[in-house]
């Protein structure tokens, strides 16, 4: 059996210590065994064995690290990847890849020349509820798919004092929450034509829209991403319709809030949602059906098997660049008031389409 690949962990905040850290912990093949931060008591808490520094670009730095995991602040995203990227390490960059579709395309052209693996955290991929809207779009059992509803909400009606809710590069709920919808919208349906955003801050004291629709014009079928803070239950997180019936999904998938509360994949009901989807088929019946158990930890088992040769990259940086040319066009959309198509060139259409 090969080494386990060395990995640095950058940054330990709430997407480090609580997603990152026990997936990480959990991978076969991956050892974790360095971790930026400045907070050292709080990572060696957790993490007694592992060597713990406090400066980023000195974590990357170190010879025996072959990948770099990069959980930091939105805006550190692609100076830090290009910097581990020219160490000569294969990076992990949590959403969002970059905060310009002008660095996505930086990293990719990068990353391209280094030979190196570059990835980006879209764990959303193997939620439970997408898993099976992957099965129901892959089968048919809607027919043509005709329209189709992504919410992503939460209820937190207090302006919180952190860099996620301030007027930053890279912050306010479109950069935390769209790359997630965005993905999901694109591996199911692939690229749009036009795309239209409306942005807004509806708490008092928002620095930062905090309710956003994002409309991505397929012709057939037209896909609606919403989220927001305020909403405090009663929507279905998937609603999609066909010509042959629509499947419904309310909750949100559980892994999160399972590594939150300690749990860790394999641990008895890893990735079990309570929740069941409900088909209501053209005759006006319904039908409650289960869903697959989540498994965030595909990500990083992908990830590995790419390092090593074994397979594909489960991430590529053209699907990354065509996630930030929607976020970043939804943005001008809603400044400039009309729907625009989206920017890639024919190069960036076909890498996307070739899943490289």
């Not at 520094?53 to 770099?68: G, I, K, M």
């Not at 952190?162 to 935390?176: F, H, I, K, M």
């Not at 997180?237 to 749990?263: N, P, T």
């Not at 990354?320 to 400044?335: F, G, N, P, R, Y």
Request: aromatic share 8%; glycine share 10%; proline share 8%.
């Amino acid at each position: 059996m090969p080494s386990p690949i060395e990995v640095a962990l950058i940054g330990y905040g709430y997407a480090g210590r609580t997603i990152h850290m026990p997936l990480l912990r959990a991978a076969p093949g991956l050892r974790l065994s360095v971790v930026a931060s400045r907070q050292p008591d709080k990572v060696r808490a957790d993490l007694p064995d592992a060597n713990v520094v406090a400066d980023p670009l000195a974590a990357l730095a170190r010879p025996e690290v072959e990948l770099v995991v990069i959980a930091s602040p939105n805006d550190t995203h692609a100076p830090l990847a290009e910097a581990a990227l020219r160490a000569g390490k294969h990076v992990v960059v949590d959403k969002p890849f970059a905060i310009t579709l002008e660095q996505a395309r930086g990293l990719a052209a990068l990353a391209g020349r280094q030979r190196r693996v570059l990835s980006v955290f879209q764990n959303r991929r193997w939620d439970s509820d997408f898993l099976a809207l992957r099965a129901i779009v892959a089968e048919g059992k809607l027919g043509e798919i005709v329209h189709v509803e992504s919410r992503f909400d939460r209820f937190r009606p207090a302006v919180r004092e952190r860099w996620r809710e301030q007027d930053v590069p890279g912050g306010g709920l479109w950069y935390d929450l769209g790359p997630h919808i965005v993905d999901q919208a694109l591996q199911l349906f692939g690229l749009p034509k036009r795309i239209g955003g409306l942005f807004g801050r509806m708490r008092e004291g928002a620095q930062t829209p905090d309710w956003c629709q994002v409309q991505l014009d397929y012709g057939r079928p037209q896909v609606t991403l919403h989220a927001s803070v305020l909403v405090g239950g009663g929507m279905p997180r998937f609603a999609m319709h066909g010509r042959s019936g629509s499947w419904v999904k309310y909750g949100l998938d559980v892994q999160e809030s399972q590594l939150l509360a300690g749990l860790r994949p394999g641990d008895p009901g890893w990735g079990l949602d309570p929740l069941p989807g409900t088909f209501y088929p053209s005759d006006g019946s319904r039908r409650e059906e289960a869903v697959p158990a989540g498994d965030y930890a595909a990500y990083y088992a992908g990830v590995e098997a790419a390092i090593r040769g074994r397979g594909k990259n489960p991430v590529t940086p053209a699907q990354a660049v065509a996630v930030l040319a929607v976020i970043e066009t939804a943005i001008a959309s809603a400044d400039r008031g009309c729907m625009l198509p989206l920017p890639l060139t024919e190069d960036e259409r076909q890498r996307w389409a070739a899943g490289s």
